[in-house]
């Protein structure tokens, strides 16, 4: 029997389009913690078959960072996880133009 450790998956998806890009989104409900105070484990990615970042959301180390092709955005301020959703998608959508 594998122990019940609270973490579920909301969403583990990976896309990839003729043009190269590649989505992957993996969220996670996890117990509330000090490293994730609101039960959220999140990466939202957008990037190429290359391996070049285009955009990127991410709180894996406990810490909410947005990525982009240059580096981490050091001006960057969380503003929820809704709000990041709808700013990662937003960014997707530009990039897919």
């Known amino acids: 029997m594998v122990p019940d450790d609270g973490v579920r998956v909301l969403e583990d998806t990976e896309r990839r389009f003729a043009d190269g890009t590649v989505l992957r989104v993996r969220v ?17 990615h957008c990037g190429t078959e ?30 929820g996880y809704d709000a990041v959703q709808k700013r990662f998608w937003d960014e997707v959508e530009q990039f897919r133009e």
Request: charge should be negative; proline fraction near 9%.
């Open 28 to 44: 996670l409900a996890v117990p509330d913690s000090e490293t994730f105070p609101d039960g959220i484990k999140y990466r939202l």
């Open 50 to 79: 290359a391996g070049k970042t285009l955009i990127r959301y991410d709180n894996s180390h406990g810490v909410h960072e947005r990525h982009t092709p240059t580096g981490i955005d050091e001006d960057y301020e969380f503003p």
